[in-house]
């Protein structure tokens, strides 16, 4: 669930800071000195993950398909693709001039077989491929894809980790994990690498597409304490990086470096008893609305993120062909509005709402959810499930829950959030009119378009969920660097990375 933005922080091992090279400062032709807030989890295509540990599969992998900086589709190892009519069979033209950096040719077959072991491998995001019933070589240059059903974002997955092309040869190694054999523009050093520390890559000599090369040598290294990353800005050892929080952005534009923006996610809480199944008054929607009502959400933003982001009421993001901007305002805080729905839904005394706590959380934050609920007649009772939290949450032991999540597109956040068998949809909501949606878009067509505005705000009209703001992120720059943000992503795509000109 590489979505989720607190899962990420929750799977972080403690890593030491490592030193960047510092011989060249982002020049073109020169080193690239990026700062990762988390290590690679493994170089296996079939298991890899893909939001900040994007960087390391695309300097090593080309992907099937790839995704500008709006999101949109565009040429990767495929240089053309078409649906059959009732869009459950995908056909892929492969791009017949590109070799593995093992010297063996990337075929038609190779492609095929990354996609049956990305479905089979069980890594994280196995599910995105969980409609491919087969994936065929048909000839040299065609992959043809067969789904059990429409799915709106295959080309999306396509263009992310579930579309990496790893060498065959690499299949039966036994240093699979941390020696990748793809046919990206860069290739792992494995002498000058520090696993878990310092990643070292050097350009690809026979790398088929050299106009996203943009250097000779890109050294990744991990800074997943704060206070480390904050130290490696100031003191110039990398040129570019993710961000660990706001709290120290000023001091790192202060130094010199450029803040680039996401609003990557959105904070609130996830309302997910809807059914009432261990939380009887969460069936009504009175209640859900009242919990609306409670949060001064501005004054949250400004607490918690230093003002960086936007209110918001709505999950869908503002990319979204979903997205209202009239919605983000649809619940301003009102306490006596509050208190009254929950006078209407019989519950005047007062309601108690079980929720999971975490040290990642911020304890600031899961105060102040307490005092604003209880300023409207809602307790708010904690535990804390320990390493069990996300099994705890998605496996419906809490009625609702605190916990960042990342918004992305429209299909895989239904996939995630909505539809019955989401993950976030612990108890498993089953709603007529959600699921009548839910129909229509995955369907395509002339249709789809107006069915996720029109699910987006039955979703808010019901206060399916509690959001406050989606929260900005940032990917800062130096003086030599510059980067474009990629909608969805933790980070930018490595290839919109570049040296200043």
Same mark, same amino acid.
């Given at each position: 669930?590489?979505?989720?933005?607190?899962?990420?922080? +929750?799977?972080?091992?403690?890593?030491?800071?490592?030193?960047?090279?510092?011989?060249?400062?982002? $020049?073109?032709?020169?080193?690239?000195?990026? $700062?990762?807030?988390?290590?690679?989890?493994?170089?296996?295509? /079939?298991?890899?993950?893909?939001? *900040?540990?994007?960087?390391?599969?695309?300097?090593?992998?080309?992907?099937?398909?790839?995704?500008? #900086?709006? $999101?949109?589709?565009?040429?990767?190892?495929?240089?053309?693709?078409?649906?059959?009519?009732?869009?459950?069979?995908?056909?892929?033209?492969?791009?017949?001039?590109?070799?593995?950096?093992?010297?063996?040719?990337?075929?038609?077959?190779?492609?095929?077989?990354?996609?049956?072991?990305?479905?089979?491998?069980?890594?994280?995001?196995?599910?995105?491929?969980?409609?491919?019933?087969?994936?065929? =070589?048909?000839?040299?240059?065609?992959?043809?894809?067969?789904?059990?059903?429409?799915?709106?974002?295959?080309?999306?997955?396509?263009?992310?980790?579930?579309?990496?092309?790893?060498?065959?040869?690499?299949?039966?190694?036994?240093?699979?994990?941390?020696?990748?054999?793809?046919?990206?523009?860069?290739? +792992? &050093?494995?002498?000058?690498?520090?696993?878990?520390?310092?990643?070292?890559?050097?350009?690809?000599?026979?790398?088929? @597409?050299?106009?996203? %090369?943009?250097?000779?040598?890109?050294?990744?290294?991990?800074?997943? &304490?704060?206070?480390?990353?904050?130290?490696?800005?100031?003191?110039?050892?990398? *040129?570019?990086?993710?961000?660990?929080?706001?709290?120290?952005?000023?001091?790192?534009? $202060?130094?010199?470096?450029? =803040?680039?923006?996401?609003?990557?996610?959105?904070?609130?809480?996830?309302?997910?008893?809807?059914?009432?199944?261990?939380?009887?008054?969460?069936?009504?929607? !009175?209640? !859900?609305?009242?919990?609306?009502? /409670?949060?001064?959400?501005?004054?949250?933003?400004?607490?918690?993120?230093?003002?960086?982001?936007?209110?918001?009421?709505?999950?869908?993001?503002?990319?979204?062909?979903?997205?209202?901007?009239?919605?983000?305002?649809?619940?301003?805080? *009102?306490?006596?509005?509050?208190? %009254?729905?929950?006078?209407?839904?019989?519950?005047? *005394?007062?309601?108690?709402?079980?929720?999971?706590?975490?040290?990642?959380?911020?304890?600031?934050?899961?105060?102040?959810?307490?005092?604003?609920?209880? &300023?409207?007649?809602?307790?708010?009772?904690?535990?804390?499930?320990?390493?069990?939290?996300?099994? &705890?949450?998605?496996?419906?032991?809490?009625?609702?829950?605190?916990?960042? +999540?990342?918004?992305?597109?429209?299909?895989?956040?239904?996939?995630?959030?909505?539809?019955?068998?989401?993950?976030?949809?612990?108890?498993?909501?089953?709603?007529?009119?959600? @699921?009548?949606?839910?129909?229509?878009?995955?369907?395509?067509?002339?249709?789809?378009? %107006?069915?996720?505005?029109?699910?987006?705000?039955?979703?808010?009209?019901?206060?399916?969920?509690?959001?406050?703001? !989606?929260?900005?992120?940032?990917?800062? #720059?130096?003086?030599?660097?510059?980067?474009?943000?990629?909608?969805?992503?933790?980070?930018?795509?490595?290839?919109?990375?570049?040296?200043?000109?």
């Amino acid at each position: 669930m590489a979505a989720v933005a607190v899962v990420v922080a +929750l799977g972080l091992t403690g890593c030491a800071a490592g030193n960047s090279d510092t011989s060249s400062t982002g $020049g073109s032709g020169g080193t690239l000195n990026l $700062g990762q807030i988390i290590t690679v989890s493994t170089f296996a295509a /079939a298991q890899s993950n893909w939001a *900040n540990e994007s960087p390391y599969m695309q300097a090593v992998y080309d992907t099937i398909l790839t995704a500008d #900086t709006t $999101g949109a589709i565009q040429p990767g190892l495929a240089t053309a693709w078409k649906y059959n009519a009732d869009n459950t069979v995908l056909t892929l033209t492969i791009r017949s001039d590109v070799k593995f950096t093992d010297g063996t040719a990337l075929d038609a077959s190779a492609v095929a077989q990354n996609l049956v072991r990305f479905r089979d491998g069980a890594g994280p995001n196995a599910s995105y491929l969980a409609n491919m019933t087969d994936a065929v =070589a048909t000839d040299p240059t065609t992959v043809t894809m067969t789904l059990k059903a429409p799915d709106p974002a295959m080309l999306t997955y396509l263009s992310q980790n579930a579309g990496l092309v790893e060498a065959p040869s690499a299949f039966t190694s036994p240093d699979i994990q941390t020696v990748p054999v793809g046919s990206g523009p860069y290739i +792992l &050093d494995t002498a000058d690498t520090v696993v878990g520390t310092s990643y070292v890559f050097t350009k690809n000599p026979s790398y088929w @597409n050299p106009t996203n %090369q943009h250097y000779d040598k890109i050294v990744m290294s991990v800074f997943s &304490d704060p206070t480390a990353l904050l130290n490696a800005v100031k003191g110039g050892q990398v *040129n570019a990086t993710n961000t660990l929080n706001n709290t120290d952005l000023a001091q790192m534009t $202060g130094a010199g470096f450029t =803040a680039n923006p996401l609003e990557l996610n959105w904070a609130g809480l996830t309302l997910m008893d809807r059914n009432g199944t261990v939380d009887p008054a969460l069936k009504d929607v !009175r209640v !859900r609305q009242a919990i609306n009502y /409670a949060f001064d959400t501005s004054s949250m933003l400004k607490t918690i993120e230093n003002g960086l982001g936007t209110t918001t009421s709505q999950v869908f993001p503002a990319n979204s062909v979903g997205y209202d901007p009239s919605l983000d305002s649809e619940y301003t805080f *009102n306490v006596a509005k509050a208190k %009254q729905l929950l006078a209407d839904a019989g519950y005047a *005394n007062g309601v108690t709402i079980q929720m999971p706590s975490s040290a990642l959380l911020g304890q600031a934050t899961l105060t102040l959810i307490q005092q604003q609920l209880a &300023d409207v007649g809602i307790t708010v009772e904690y535990t804390d499930p320990g390493n069990s939290f996300i099994a &705890d949450v998605v496996g419906g032991k809490f009625p609702a829950v605190y916990i960042p +999540l990342q918004q992305g597109g429209d299909w895989e956040l239904i996939q995630f959030l909505i539809s019955p068998t989401a993950p976030f949809n612990a108890f498993h909501t089953t709603d007529d009119t959600v @699921n009548g949606y839910i129909a229509t878009i995955q369907k395509g067509g002339s249709d789809s378009d %107006q069915a996720v505005k029109d699910l987006n705000k039955y979703l808010v009209d019901n206060a399916w969920f509690a959001p406050w703001y !989606r929260t900005q992120s940032n990917f800062v #720059t130096d003086a030599n660097t510059t980067a474009v943000v990629q909608p969805g992503n933790a980070v930018p795509y490595l290839w919109n990375i570049k040296p200043k000109a």
